[in-house]
């Protein structure tokens, strides 16, 4: 079965950096389009970024995000990263991988990895 990991996570000063990943396992990596999601305490989860999946792969981000995170996967690792720099107070949330099913939608998700990032 599918199954995503997340890691990384962890507590930062506002300014710093963390890099989360997703180890994947159960299907393709290669094949699927990946994403990263985040929920803050007392909101709804919310979109962070997508990357695509064959060819040169092509990515989008929430504009709250844009220029300051990066996603990237490497297909011989199985592994999906999300790199976060100059982290904001209003980062902190739990972020979740999850991975594109045969529909196209994000229909497999991690457990989520907590990030806090303190003023």
């Known amino acids: 079965q599918v199954q995503l990991v997340e890691s990384g996570g962890g507590s930062v000063q506002a300014g710093g950096s963390l890099r989360l990943s997703c180890a994947a396992s159960?299907?393709?990596?290669?094949?699927?389009?990946m994403g990263w999601f985040r929920q803050a305490p007392g909101k709804e989860r919310e979109w962070v970024t997508t990357?695509?999946?064959?060819?040169?792969?092509?990515?989008a981000y929430a504009a709250s995000v844009k220029g300051r995170f990066t996603i990237s996967r490497d297909n011989a690792k199985n592994t999906l990263y999300l790199q976060m720099n100059s982290l904001k107070p209003e980062d902190t949330a739990i972020y979740y991988c999850?991975?594109?099913?045969?529909?196209?939608?994000?229909?497999?998700w991690g457990r989520g990895t907590q990030v806090t990032v303190s003023a």
């Open positions: 990357i695509s999946s064959t060819g040169v792969a092509s990515t």
């Open positions: 999850a991975a594109c099913d045969s529909s196209g939608s994000f229909g497999y």
């Open positions: 159960g299907y393709t990596f290669s094949s699927r389009c």
